[in-house]
T-cell receptor
Framework: SQKIEQNSEALNIQEGKTATLTCNYTNYSPAYLQWYRQDPGRGPVFLLLIRENEKEKRKERLKVTFDTTLKQSLFHITASQPADSATYLCALRNSGNTPLVFGKGTRLSVIA | GAVVSQHPSWVICKSGTSVKIECRSLDFQATTMFWYRQFPKQSLMLMATSNEGSKATYEQGVEKDKFLINHASLTLSTLTVTSAHPEDSSFYIC????????????FGPGTRLTVT
């Protein structure tokens, strides 16, 4: 069966450190993989998209890697801040205008 | 750009009544809109895909007669929960893709439905 697993439900990290979140998938061949941020009671906010032929993408303090052999994406937040505390969702899309399928998310808490 | 709004942001209704939730793309045309449902501490679960001018495509297990979706224009889709029951209480979120670009989905802020 198809699965998207974000294998930490919660992650606590000290301010200033790098947070690393993991997303693994099985029985998908995603054309795109995306990361979203969701705050309590709010809709997800798009952060980064990485295509199947890309290894790494960066945006300010954020970095995403995509390994289609391992079927894994890593999401890094460097120099983490308390304001980075939120749930981070991994999502896959196979191709075209097919809908995103989401993982359960990792709740990140950055402690001052 | 790429702002999606939802109305209402929260609603409480009595069991057996119907509730309509609106999803609007404010500054772009959305040929496709998606409706998701999210229970506490769970992932977003896709309910249906809505294309402008045609019938919505529902995911397996989602009752199309209970969750009525209308995508009447390129900027508006509505979800009506008919004969609501307490188990329908959830967080409903819509998203939209830009016309001609399917890479990014833009999400609305969500609607919290509580059925008493």
């Amino acid at each position: 069966s198809q699965k998207i697993e974000q294998n930490s439900e919660a992650l606590n990290i000290q301010e200033g450190k790098t947070a690393t979140l993991t997303c693994n998938y099985t029985n998908y061949s995603p054309a795109y993989l995306q990361w979203y941020r969701q705050d309590p009671g709010r809709g997800p906010v798009f952060l980064l998209l990485i295509r199947e032929n890309e290894k790494e993408k960066r945006k300010e303090r954020l970095k995403v890697t995509f390994d289609t052999t391992l079927k894994q994406s890593l999401f890094h937040i460097t120099a983490s801040q308390p304001a980075d505390s939120a749930t981070y969702l991994c999502a896959l899309r196979n191709s075209g205008n097919t809908p995103l399928v989401f993982g359960k998310g990792t709740r990140l808490s950055v402690i001052a | 750009g790429a702002v999606v709004s939802q109305h209402p942001s929260w609603v409480i209704c009595k069991s057996g009544t119907s509730v309509k939730i609106e999803c609007r793309s404010l500054d772009f045309q959305a040929t496709t809109m998606f409706w998701y449902r999210q229970f506490p501490k769970q992932s977003l679960m896709l309910m249906a895909t809505s294309n402008e001018g045609s019938k919505a495509t529902y995911e397996q297990g989602v009752e199309k007669d209970k969750f009525l979706i209308n995508h009447a224009s390129l900027t508006l889709s509505t979800l009506t929960v008919t004969s609501a029951h307490p188990e329908d209480s959830s967080f409903y979120i819509c998203s939209a893709t830009r016309d001609g670009s399917s890479y990014e989905q833009y999400f609305g802020p969500g609607t919290r439905l509580t059925v008493t």
